[in-house]
């Protein structure tokens, strides 16, 4: 994943909003967060790995989705065959059959990192990463998004979840090659499909890291070239629910992340909602990001309510 850098922008002018009431419950999606780690680090080809991808399943159909698995055979940096699932949540028609006529997609990757290669103890390189902040934080946050959408049944748009698989096999940082599509590679085979176009979406907001202990987001530079009318929206949101010191007026770096093919391949405007930390040394992404210690110890149930009210405030809203 490509680093930040940032410059500061004006606040853009736009319209005001009524805030919407309907609570994000952080403790559900730190729960949810928990539940995913339970089952170990989730890399491509383990068990743990399997053992999550039913569980997601089951929970977006507990929440009322119907549920389809984009499975594939897809091959890693190193030539390693990775057997890749993206879970694709869809709500299910009303009794009467009908479906709001406009459609956006959430998603996030739910695979971990096989190798904490960003660690600061050389020893810890080859260990997997536990993935709480890194994979486990978006699903979390679509889930709690999942039951709140099921208990709160006024929104005038459909909205789809994606948990994308195989995105954090990209090439480790002890090789000398670099690689840019080694990652991703779940949201690179579904936006090439046919599954995007089916779904007619108007935009998409990728949700990646949005767990961890005083994090904030700046405006992504790839999401501000592909959908900048997004970016606003979203950010307004994020004012509006209260959170805007959360969500500053900052222009960020490009990142390689699961929008790109999102962007590139399915023609979907999405954007990326990152975190970044411009005062950190270890990594921009923060002090946990491809370590040991992305675990349940460094997640923040305050970070996890700023972006699910932020969202909350935008679905509701629309």
């Not at 599509?181 to 979406?201: C, E, I, T």
């Not at 999405?270 to 990594?283: G, T, V």
């Amino acid at each position: 994943m490509a680093c930040y850098s940032c410059s500061t922008t004006k606040k853009s002018q736009t319209t005001e909003q009524s805030v919407v009431t309907i609570e994000f419950n952080a403790d559900s999606a730190y729960n949810f967060c928990a539940a995913q780690c339970s089952f170990g680090p989730r890399i491509m080809n383990s068990e743990a790995h399997e053992q999550c991808a039913q569980w997601i399943q089951q929970k977006f159909e507990q929440y009322g989705y119907s549920v389809q698995l984009q499975k594939a055979d897809l091959k890693g940096y190193n030539g390693t065959i990775l057997k890749s699932t993206n879970i694709i949540a869809s709500p299910k028609p009303t009794a009467n059959g009908q479906q709001p006529s406009a459609r956006i997609l959430i998603c996030a990757h739910w695979d971990s990192r096989p190798w904490a290669d960003n660690d600061p103890d050389e020893a810890n390189w080859r260990k997997p990463v536990m993935a709480a902040n890194d994979g486990a934080s978006g699903v979390a946050v679509m889930l709690e998004l999942a039951r709140l959408l099921q208990q709160n049944d006024s929104v005038r748009l459909a909205v789809d979840f994606i948990c994308f698989d195989a995105e954090d096999w990209g090439i480790p940082q002890w090789e000398e090659q670099v690689d840019g599509d080694s990652w991703a590679l779940g949201a690179q085979y579904w936006a090439a499909s046919s599954l995007p176009q089916q779904g007619n979406y108007q935009f998409g907001i990728l949700l990646d890291m949005v767990g961890g202990q005083g994090a904030k987001f700046y405006r992504e530079y790839n999401s501000m070239h592909y959908a900048r009318n997004i970016v606003e929206r979203v950010w307004q949101a994020a004012n509006t629910a209260g959170y805007g010191s959360i969500f500053p007026y900052i222009d960020g770096g490009g990142v390689t992340d699961d929008h790109v093919p999102v962007n590139e391949k399915a023609g979907i405007p999405c954007i990326d909602i990152i975190n970044y930390y411009p005062d950190c040394e270890q990594s921009s992404f923060g002090p946990t990001w491809h370590t040991i210690n992305d675990d349940m110890q460094h997640i923040d149930k305050n970070t996890l309510k700023a972006v699910g009210q932020t969202l909350v405030q935008l679905i509701y809203s629309e």
